[in-house]
Every structure is written in structure tokens, then in C-alpha cells.
């Protein structure tokens, strides 16, 4: 089988219907998100009720929990704000000494506005020893072109620093141009998609670059140098591949990360995390529906046999109905 033919291979279960649609007059965007804001909001009531689970004796986390995971996003915020100004007190500092190991880790995911939620990510991916590339090609292949935009000022307002020179300082060669050319490359977003155009681009890049890695290598080059060029090189094809499979169906390219999560022994709990919290007002009903089809069992069944405790109920509260 052909390098083209493999790179194709498995890539695409089933197009998302909903990403095959074109009209001429822009419809309204269709929600597909699991959270949606609570009808009836008080900032303040919520406020209240959380300060008193927090302070209670041995931490009511059934209440912290069913005010979180019920409230969009910006009511969080809104909370954040009341909370502060109430008690003189800061929300995340407050849980993060309530609570512990992965049910603090949701928790506190949840009270970040999205952006500033992937800039974490992204500052973590590139953090230590190691870089965590599935984690960066999973962000910039998945954000809107806006979006990238808004994390970018996230990141420089939190850490001080440029994410592209992190990026350019964290990785290397063609891998670091093409994390960057999905970082600052302005995309077509619509939905129409022509896959046979698609699969000539893809075959002329993956080409192109096998060429100019083969072009890289020194004539008698050494086997640490060699051994280098051919990472740098699947990095790169594996990136493209990533980046092809989220254009082309994005609930299942996410429904296939979460059952690897979950797969075999032990659980990625990050994992879960990441993708839940950021797609909880994206298109988590469609990860949910697509993971039923793929796997032929739902993925609260999955997320009651690998986890347990306060932390599952946060999972399966993001997940929605069974």
C-alpha cells in the first residue's frame, strides 16, 4: 500500500452531516453544545451556595458540582465575580483548597473562559521536560481562525509570553512551520468540502515533504542525525493526517481520542477533561452521538466503568442525557 493510500486509511468513518449543508444566506448556527445557560440565573444565589458547600464541614462537592456543571460558561464567570466581591475571596483558590486530584482538575476547567482554558492547555503541552504534541496539534487543528486569535492574548496576558516563540523555542523543523501555519493561517471556513481536491493537496504536501526531508539528510548522515529527520518527518505526516481527519468529521475525530482514553487498562483522565470542558458548548452532543455509532456503546457507559466518585458524576453531567 501506497504512503498516500495509508495516510487516508481509517480516516473517515462518516462525514458530519451537519458540516455538508451550503446555502447562500449564512444560516444561524445550530447549538450542539451539552451545557446550555440555567434558566432563571442568580449570580448571587449561586455565589452564596457555593461559599457555603466550600466552608461547610467535609465540603459539600454533590452541591459544587450540580452549580457548575448546570451554568454556561459566562454565568461561571459571573459567579466568579460575585463570589469575589461577596466574600473577598478568589473562587478557583477557594475549590483548589477544597477539593482533590481530578475532580479539582475539572472543577477548576470549568471556572476558565475558553481561551484562557486552551492557553493553560497549550502552556502545559509545551511546559518541562517533553513536549505534548497530540495536544498541540489537537488545539490548533480544532479552533476557528477567531478563536486562535483570542487564545493568543490569552496566553500573552497569563504567561508573558508569545505562544509562536514558545512554540518555535518547544519544537523544531517542518514540524514547528506547520503547528505555526495552523496557528496564524487566516482558513476557509465553510462547509463545502471537495474531497477529491483534498486528497490531490494532500498527496502533493505529504509528497513534498517526504522530498524536502530526503533533500535535508546529509549524504553519509549520522544514525542519531537520521533518526532525528525521520521523527520530525512523522511529526509531520501524523500532524496532517490529524489536521485532515478534523475537517472532515471533528465529533469523530474526538469521539476516537475519548475511547482511547478509555480503552484497555488505565484512563487518561486529562484527556477527558480537555475534550469534555471544551466542547461542552461546542458540538458535545455530536461527539456523544458520533462515539454511540462508532462503538456501539455509549460513552456514559464507558466513563461509569473507568472512573468513579464525584469525578464521574462531573463527566457524565457534561455529557448530557444517556
Same mark, same amino acid.
Given at each position: 500500500?501506497?504512503?498516500?493510500?495509508? !495516510?487516508?486509511?481509517?480516516?473517515?468513518?462518516?462525514?458530519?452531516p451537519?458540516?455538508?449543508?451550503?446555502?447562500?444566506?449564512?444560516?444561524?448556527?445550530?447549538?450542539y453544545?451539552?451545557?446550555?445557560?440555567?434558566?432563571? $440565573?442568580?449570580a448571587?444565589?449561586?455565589?452564596?451556595?457555593?461559599q457555603?458547600?466550600?466552608?461547610?464541614?467535609g465540603?459539600?462537592?454533590?452541591?459544587?458540582?450540580?452549580?457548575?456543571?448546570?451554568?454556561?460558561?459566562?454565568?461561571?464567570?459571573?459567579?466568579?465575580?460575585?463570589?469575589?466581591?461577596?466574600?473577598?475571596?478568589?473562587?478557583?483558590?477557594a475549590?483548589?483548597?477544597?477539593?482533590r486530584?481530578?475532580?479539582?482538575?475539572?472543577t477548576?476547567?470549568?471556572?476558565?473562559?475558553?481561551?484562557?482554558?486552551?492557553?493553560?492547555?497549550?502552556r502545559?503541552?509545551?511546559?518541562?521536560?517533553?513536549?505534548?504534541?497530540?495536544?498541540?496539534?489537537?488545539?490548533?487543528?480544532?479552533?476557528?481562525?477567531?478563536?486562535?486569535?483570542?487564545?493568543?492574548?490569552? !496566553?500573552?496576558?497569563?504567561?508573558?509570553?508569545?505562544?509562536?516563540?514558545v512554540?518555535?523555542?518547544?519544537?523544531?523543523?517542518?514540524?514547528?512551520?506547520?503547528?505555526?501555519?495552523?496557528?496564524?493561517?487566516?482558513?476557509?471556513?465553510?462547509?463545502?468540502?471537495?474531497m477529491?481536491?483534498?486528497?490531490?493537496?494532500?498527496?502533493v504536501?505529504?509528497?513534498?515533504?517526504n522530498?524536502?526531508?530526503?533533500?535535508?539528510?546529509?549524504?553519509?548522515?549520522?544514525?542519531?542525525?537520521?533518526?532525528?529527520?525521520?521523527?520530525? $518527518?512523522?511529526?509531520? !505526516?501524523?500532524?496532517?493526517?490529524?489536521?485532515?481527519?478534523?475537517?472532515?468529521?471533528?465529533?469523530?475525530?474526538?469521539?476516537?481520542?475519548?475511547?482511547?482514553?478509555?480503552?484497555?487498562?488505565?484512563?487518561?483522565?486529562?484527556?477527558?477533561?480537555?475534550?469534555?470542558?471544551?466542547?461542552?458548548?461546542?458540538?458535545?452532543?455530536?461527539i456523544?452521538?458520533?462515539?454511540?455509532?462508532? !462503538?456501539?456503546?455509549?460513552?456514559h457507559?464507558?466513563?461509569?466503568?473507568?472512573?468513579?466518585?464525584?469525578?464521574?458524576?462531573?463527566?457524565?453531567?457534561?455529557?448530557?442525557?444517556?
Amino acid at each position: 500500500m501506497s504512503l498516500f493510500k495509508k !495516510f487516508f486509511k481509517g480516516i473517515v468513518h462518516h462525514r458530519d452531516p451537519d458540516t455538508g449543508d451550503t446555502v447562500k444566506e449564512k444560516p444561524k448556527p445550530k447549538y450542539y453544545g451539552t451545557i446550555i445557560p440555567y434558566p432563571n $440565573f442568580n449570580a448571587s444565589s449561586d455565589a452564596s451556595v457555593l461559599q457555603s458547600a466550600i466552608e461547610s464541614k467535609g465540603v459539600d462537592e454533590d452541591v459544587i458540582i450540580a452549580v457548575l456543571v448546570k451554568r454556561s460558561n459566562e454565568q461561571r464567570q459571573k459567579i466568579k465575580a460575585v463570589y469575589e466581591a461577596s466574600s473577598g475571596k478568589n473562587l478557583d483558590k477557594a475549590l483548589k483548597s477544597a477539593l482533590r486530584s481530578h475532580l479539582e482538575d475539572v472543577t477548576l476547567a470549568l471556572l476558565m473562559p475558553p481561551a484562557q482554558f486552551d492557553a493553560y492547555l497549550l502552556r502545559k503541552a509545551t511546559k518541562g521536560v517533553g513536549t505534548d504534541e497530540d495536544v498541540l496539534v489537537e488545539i490548533l487543528a480544532t479552533r476557528s481562525y477567531g478563536e486562535l486569535q483570542e487564545i493568543k492574548r490569552a !496566553f500573552k496576558q497569563e504567561y508573558k509570553k508569545d505562544l509562536e516563540e514558545v512554540i518555535k523555542g518547544e519544537t523544531n523543523g517542518d514540524f514547528t512551520k506547520a503547528l505555526l501555519a495552523m496557528l496564524n493561517t487566516k482558513r476557509d471556513e465553510s462547509t463545502e468540502v471537495d474531497m477529491e481536491l483534498a486528497k490531490k493537496d494532500a498527496k502533493v504536501k505529504v509528497m513534498k515533504t517526504n522530498s524536502e526531508s530526503l533533500k535535508l539528510l546529509p549524504p553519509h548522515p549520522t544514525k542519531k542525525k537520521t533518526k532525528k529527520k525521520k521523527l520530525n $518527518f512523522m511529526l509531520v !505526516f501524523v500532524t496532517f493526517r490529524m489536521h485532515v481527519k478534523c475537517a472532515w468529521n471533528t465529533p469523530a475525530f474526538f469521539a476516537e481520542k475519548l475511547h482511547r482514553a478509555m480503552k484497555g487498562q488505565g484512563t487518561c483522565e486529562e484527556t477527558l477533561i480537555r475534550i469534555l470542558v471544551s466542547r461542552s458548548e461546542v458540538d458535545l452532543q455530536k461527539i456523544v452521538e458520533q462515539y454511540r455509532a462508532m !462503538f456501539e456503546k455509549t460513552i456514559h457507559e464507558d466513563i461509569v466503568n473507568d472512573t468513579s466518585g464525584h469525578f464521574q458524576k462531573v463527566l457524565l453531567g457534561l455529557c448530557g442525557p444517556n
